[in-house]
């Protein structure tokens, strides 16, 4: 036994058998290592992949992540759309980094990176999703949807490879510069047996030598990975994404990009899904890059950062306005604007357009803050407002600030009487805003703090004798509509505003501000200051309604030259729709007759307008202009202006910079998608203002409703529109024969509200306020009928909780047209007043007329080529019985979207030529400076 238990000797078979398997063990142990060192060599090493705690497709408490808004964007490979339009774009924010997603293919790339310090450049790139086999090579995307689940700050894609579906959903971390990408592949039988990989490529970044997954980016540090685990990383890659987009980036001079690739290998059994998450931290050191990963793998689940993120988002919808209406798509777009321009603001409250420009601009912001008000995110504007100020505090008061904008403390008061006013258009969006502010919080504490600002801002704005105002600093609406006129020299305009010229819509905005900050200055008993503001606003008012009013026309002329006193008698958009929006004017009839005459030239019948009466393009937030006047109408034509506004927004529910003449948006294909945040909360604000007729005035526990519902929906319930303290909450319902009303506010202080019934043409039957009251009698209503619609007013007081029910019987309405009367043949442009002159200047310069004036005296008549006249005014100016002679100084600057062939082979030279032969004389001038006369007016 003890024999048994020592071993008996080895045969030589036995030793050789042995030696082998510890060769072939020591082989083994070794694998591992030999093949990382492959790996790495070759470029990758692998592991596996991380697999979701629970099965989160079908998770009851988690379908959220399939509640879509209305607003998708999906494209099908084998299908050609009828017209190229810009994708619809998809951006999400925290305040600390922003990335955009869609507006181009595949749909789901991740286009760009705005790094999390304001102050640093943004990070151009692609990140793309992949989805490879055999061979490491791509499948093409076959089908792909891009869309956002609601209240979430997320978006979804779906893309098929095959008959392998491919989800995601991206979102960043609610206050950490760390973006995620969840994926969850849904494998059929045919990719089921096949071994397949899901991954990122990053273009326009850097792999760090020696390193797995880190790259930069300028001096940022960007960590790729998978949360719990590995993934194979190809620093050098050769992949580029399948299907449509992906040949671009094979074209591309930069072909080698780094890729994070997880093998999922074959589907085993019934197990068809397979799922991780990705992310990507932005961080300027190695010490802020350990804490956000730390951040990454110390959570407890792969679906925390998700949950997280959603309840975050949900938590802020909840605070601010909720819309239920027969429309979704309506409800869907004012959610998501409200994410839109949340997502843009970043943590020191400015709210950037980050995907587009370098700067943030008071006036810009002017859309997003009015919207946000309205849609009860006050705490958001007022954080906005606080930065503009600590801002203009740091050195001068302008409208625009860079990425590098330094702050003074929050309790700085500097000597703002010895600050500069640095941008003309500085005053009217800031006081303004303040103004908004102060109507819909009543939070004068506020506007004391800022007060001087907005003093100086407003005292500091510089006038010329006539109280005339040049064009502002950042005419947003004009420049990208104007830029579709660099075509043929005869395609060029003659209906088009030339910055180059006095500006109606200064003055529009500066009575505005002037009116608005006498009621604040009043409110904080600076009376004296309130008396100076309101008599400085009247001087310019009465200016403008003398200089600008054209009374043959029925609306403002936009603009008019610096030294000629001719007007540019076009209506534009974007200008004789302002003075309702801005407040310039109540809707009295010239403030109806403004709007309605201008309209009659640029009415199109999807319900938007063109920039001017040949100009088929707009901006995009001319939409949201004209519904908002047509509301303050009340006119029936607002319910057509409202689809127009609808149709204006891309598949995302954002808004573009120009629309179409169909009044789409505008394709922009290869361009870095952008948000505009200035059209979308200016088209968001009209629709909620349309819907509602919300006008607050918290500081006196007061406001204005008039809802007014689309001839095809049944009913509209807004809750949480706040007033002050004030939630107040409306809910509608019409019937062919009824209409009722429920108006209830939360808060224990009474609140007095001025209900306006405004109902399609009908006869009234009955009106009654609350079950059991007596009814009003009808003859004591006030009924007006203007516009297609019949309205009348209650006088209402709101108690906590009790319920204010106003029923309103009457008959059918009648089938009240939504359309505008439009004027036919081309615009009556007024002649020339030449008199008794006999020689006439063409000249764009100030300087150059008042040289030849001083020679001439009243011999001389002169044309500003600023203004873009058609050609008729120009051959009538050329037959005034008087006329011998033309100065022509054209050389330096032809004039207004004009170029030098318009005064050689052009109308401008065939209407030259015609006056000689009457035998008229032409000398041509030269100009003592060739600036512009806009640069002339501000030297």
Known sequence: MSECLRGSPATPVQTLTRFCLGILAAVLSLLPAAYAAYSRMAGHNTVNSVSLPREFTTGAELQWMFDLASWTEATDVGASPAREQQPGYFPLGNGRLFVGEGGDRPLNAIRGLWEPRVSRPWIAGQICPLLTGSGMRPLPWDRQKVAWPREAGVVFSESTADDATLRTWDFLHPRLPILFRLCDLDRGPRTSRRSLSLGLAFRGMTAVPGAETLMRAGDLRLRAGVWGGHAIWLPESELAPAGPGGAQWARDSEARRPALLVPFGRAHGTKTHQSTLFYLTVADSEAEERDLLAAVHDTQSALDPIEECQAEWSRWHRDGIALDCTDQRVADLITIQQSLIKAHQDARGALWQRDHSPYT????????????????????????????????????????????????????APNWRQLPVEEPGAAAPLILEHYWYWLYTGDLETVA??????????????????????????????????????????????????????????????????????????????????????????????????????????????????????????????????????????????????????????????????????????????????????????????????????????????????????????????????????????????????????????????????????????????????????????????????????????????????????????????????????????????????YGRVRF?????????????????????????????????PFPYRPPRVGAADTLLLTGSKQTAAAYRAQLGARLCVMDTNIAFPPSYLRAALKAPALRKVLLDVEHYPGAFKTPRYWTKGEGGRALRDFQARGGIIERVGNPSSRSGAEEGRK
Not at 371 to 384: C, D, I, N, P, S
Not at 612 to 632: C, E, I, K
Request: charged share 25%.
């Open 793 to 825: 007013a209650l006088e209402l007081l709101l108690h906590q909780d009790k319920p204010v029910q106003v029923r309103v019987q009457h008959t059918k309405p009648a089938a009240a047209s939504t359309r505008l009367p439009t004027a036919q043949g």
């Open 361 to 412: 601009s008071a006036r810009e912001a002017v859309g997003p803050t009015r919207f946000m008000l309205r849609a009860g995110h006050t705490e958001e504007v007022k954080r906005a407002l606080d930065f503009y100020y600590q801002a203009c505090a740091a050195g001068a008061i302008r409208a625009k600030f860079g990425p590098d904008a330094a702050l003074a403390p929050a309790a700085a």
């Open 449 to 786: 703090a800022h007060y001087d600002l907005l003093r100086a801002a407003l005292l500091g704005q510089k006038f010329d004798s006539q109280y005339r105002l040049p064009f502002h600093g950042d005419e947003s609406y004009r420049f990208r509509s104007a830029d579709f006129y660099r075509l043929e020299p005869d395609q060029l305009p003659d209906d088009y505003v030339s910055l180059d010229l006095l500006s109606a819509d200064s003055a529009f905005e500066f009575v505005a501000a002037g009116a608005a900050l006498a009621r604040l200055a009043r409110a904080l008993g600076k009376r004296q200051d309130a008396e100076r503001f309101r008599s400085l606003a009247a001087r310019v008012r009465r200016a403008t309604e003398s200089l600008y009013w054209q009374a043959d026309h029925g609306f403002f002329a936009p603009a008019m030259s610096r030294f000629s006193g001719e007007l540019h008698q076009y209506p534009f958009a974007n200008i004789n729709l302002d003075p309702l929006w801005l407040g310039y004017w109540t809707p009295d009839d010239k403030g109806a007759r403004n709007v309605l005459n201008a309209l009659r030239w640029l009415w199109r019948e999807n319900g938007t307008a063109r920039a001017t009466p040949t100009f088929g393009y707009a901006t995009g937030m001319t939409p949201g202009m004209v519904l908002r006047n047509l509301a303050a109408l009340d006119h029936a034509a607002a319910e057509r202006a409202l689809q127009g506004v609808l149709n204006a927004a891309d598949r995302a529910g954002n808004f573009p910079e120009v629309l179409c003449p169909d009044g789409t948006a505008l394709g922009r294909p290869g361009k870095q998608p952008i948000a505009r945040l200035w059209e979308g909360g200016i088209n968001a604000e009209a629709i909620l203002y349309y819907l509602t007729g919300l006008e607050p005035d918290a500081p006196h526990d007061r406001l204005r409703l008039c809802p007014r519902l689309p001839s095809s929906w049944e009913h509209l319930d807004v809750a949480k529109m706040k007033v002050g303290g004030h939630d107040v909450a409306l809910s509608v319902r019409s019937a062919e024969e009824l209409t009722s009303y429920t108006i209830t506010s939360a808060v224990p202080r009474e609140l007095r509200c001025r209900l306006i019934v405004s109902l399609p043409d009908c006869e009234l039957k009955a009106v009654g306020v609350n079950q059991g009251e007596r009814l009003r009698p009808l003859e004591k209503l006030g009924l007006t009928r203007s």
